[in-house]
């Protein structure tokens, strides 16, 4: 097997050679807001930029932001969406960011990175009073994380949509999807890929298999239960209405487009990335029970009527993926994904979470998963977790997010919880912000 840096080379080229970009000149002024922006060196030698930006009266509060997943690189990025961040600076909040030194699963690098831009912004402009970290998706796990691995430097914060199941957990469960389409439909490697290229070629046929599936009744049936068993729901556009509950067919036909676009480009070429990272296979379905797991699924009685509709055996379906022969994982591999990252559920400072109810690329059982570990470390009090009723990935509106963190200010400022994550609360604060700020960013 090839070294995990040689083979991280060949797919993060592109990233280390961003690290020659123009930036622009420290200082920039816009509006009654100082800009500054620059670069920061890792231990490694890699490179990654930082945007900070500082309004005139600034409150003394930095709010760091850990922007998600992307497969090529991006400029330094401090905060989510325009609207949001133009009313943090009008309301006198500090933004900062990095782009990372890498693109991808890159938790390693972002982890150092963003405590670099907290370096140099008390080294540019001073001493926070607080500082917040937050996030979107992968942005959402690196923000969990820092506060985790670095408590001190933080005052509080809102992880959103993020896959905060850790990693482990969250490939283990996309594994699960793809094993029962690749047994009961048609085969495909699932790991293990030796380039771009070895992912390409199976996510192509993972394709196939997913489209041929479709055009039976026996085929959507198989492709609901692949579904279930990562429990991805059945609602996919954020602008429809989310399906009847005994709406099967409509469900089906959502989580096929979750299939489609993102979920396998994440299975294949996320997938493919981040073993060169980690130096193999990270994931593993050995001791499975594929029928308990369905048992527990919120898709289960989808699954139970697509199987009845199409008069295929369910209970045989579920033996045959029991008794396939199983995907173990490397060692290192496992290692290395969980130091970046898993979740010990120790908080030090108030956590609010965010996230879709239909989200089907990082489910929102990664919620679950967050606070049953928060709860077994003893500090369910530092922890709320509070959810938009939507389909889509992130598809929040400015009013909502920023609803979500003027109650964490709340939190922070009086120490108490009290009512203000309740769902009417939080809508009505959203709604007083105005039409501009209550559409999808």
């Not at 972002?110 to 979107?136: C, M, N, S, Y």
């Not at 989808?302 to 369910?314: I, K, P, Q, S, W």
């Amino acid at each position: 097997m090839t070294e995990p840096a040689a083979r991280l080379r060949w797919l993060c080229a592109a990233a280390i050679a961003a690290v020659g970009l123009a930036l622009l000149p420290a200082g920039a002024s816009a509006g009654g807001v100082t800009t500054i922006t620059g670069s920061t060196t890792e231990v490694s030698g890699l490179t990654s930029q930082y945007k900070i930006e500082v309004p005139n009266p600034w409150n003394g509060t930095l709010v760091l932001y850990s922007h998600g997943y992307s497969f090529s690189p991006i400029a330094a990025t401090d905060v989510g969406d325009a609207a949001t961040g133009a009313w943090l600076l009008s309301h006198g909040y500090a933004l900062a960011g990095s782009s990372y030194a890498t693109s991808g699963w890159a938790l390693q690098q972002a982890f150092e990175d963003q405590i670099a831009v907290l370096d140099v912004f008390a080294a540019k402009v001073g001493k926070p009073t607080r500082t917040i970290a937050w996030g979107h998706s992968l942005g959402g796990m690196i923000t969990a994380g820092l506060v985790q691995l670095h408590p001190e430097r933080f005052s509080a914060a809102l992880p959103m949509c993020g896959v905060v199941a850790g990693g482990p957990g969250v490939w283990n469960q996309g594994l699960d999807s793809e094993f029962a389409l690749a047994t009961l439909q048609a085969p495909f490697k699932m790991v293990n890929f030796t380039s771009f290229a070895d992912a390409g070629n199976n996510f192509n046929i993972a394709s196939a298999a997913l489209a041929a599936a479709q055009k039976t009744p026996e085929g959507r049936a198989r492709i609901a239960l692949s579904a279930a068993l990562a429990d991805v729901p059945g609602w996919f556009n954020p602008a429809s209405a989310e399906p009847a509950s005994t709406d099967f067919a409509a469900q089906e036909l959502n989580q096929l487009a979750w299939d489609n676009n993102p979920d396998f480009l994440f299975a294949f070429f996320g997938r493919a990335e981040l073993e060169a990272r980690a130096g193999g296979n990270f994931s593993w379905n050995t001791g499975v029970d594929y029928r308990v797991q369905l048992s527990h699924s919120v898709d289960r009685a989808e699954v139970t009527a697509l199987y009845a509709a199409a008069g295929l055996d369910l209970n045989k379906d579920l033996d045959k993926l029991n008794d396939a022969p199983r995907i173990a994982a490397n060692a290192a591999a496992v290692s290395y994904l969980t130091k970046y990252i898993t979740y010990n559920g120790e908080l030090n400072m108030p956590v609010l979470t965010l996230h879709t109810t239909g989200d089907g690329l990082v489910e929102v059982t990664d919620e679950n998963a967050y606070a049953s570990v928060v709860r077994s470390a003893g500090d369910n009090s530092m922890l709320r977790q509070v959810f938009v009723h939507r389909a889509g990935h992130c598809t929040f509106t400015p009013a909502e997010t920023i609803s979500a963190f003027k109650t964490l200010i709340h939190r922070l400022d009086t120490g108490r919880w009290e009512d203000s994550t309740d769902p009417a609360a939080m809508n009505t604060n959203a709604a007083t912000l105005g039409p501009s700020f209550n559409v999808i960013a």
